[in-house]
Nanobody, 120 residues
Framework: QVQLVESGGGLVQAGGSLRLSCVAS????????MGWYRQAPGKQREWVAT???????NYGDSVKGRFTISRDNAKNTVYLQMNSLKPEDTAVYYC??????????????WGQGTQVTVSQ
């Protein structure tokens, strides 16, 4: 009933920047919290950042000061601006959203992930 599609991943050199986007579609009434998570090879999935429906933001310690999460409610889209990238940022990045459906039910949805690779 809800689909999340990420884009913007790719290969970038250390110190560079990348902007990820995630668009939600389906039988959406409204979207509450949206967020980004990442998973490096052999590691657990890690929380990166979240943004509430009113625009409040929270960041994981490893990305605070370098990454910025934002959203466009009219487009059902969340963004992650990643600056000063480091090799340790290399991971598959996943979009997540708490969505209120037109039925008024709330569901939690995940995207398929997009690869971000930071080279030396």
């Amino acid at each position: 009933q809800v689909q999340l599609v990420e884009s913007g991943g790719g290969l970038v050199q250390a110190g560079g920047s990348l902007r990820l986007s995630c668009v939600a579609s389906g039988s959406i009434f409204s979207i509450n919290t949206m967020g980004w998570y990442r998973q490096a090879p052999g590691k657990q999935r890690e929380w990166v950042a979240t943004i509430g429906s009113g625009g409040s933001t929270n960041y994981g310690d490893s990305v605070k000061g370098r990454f910025t999460i934002s959203r466009d409610n009219a487009k059902n889209t969340v963004y992650l601006q990643m600056n000063s990238l480091k090799p340790e940022d290399t991971a598959v990045y996943y979009c997540n959203a708490d969505v209120r459906l037109t039925t008024r039910a709330i569901v939690n949805s995940w995207g398929q992930g997009t690869q971000v690779t930071v080279s030396q």
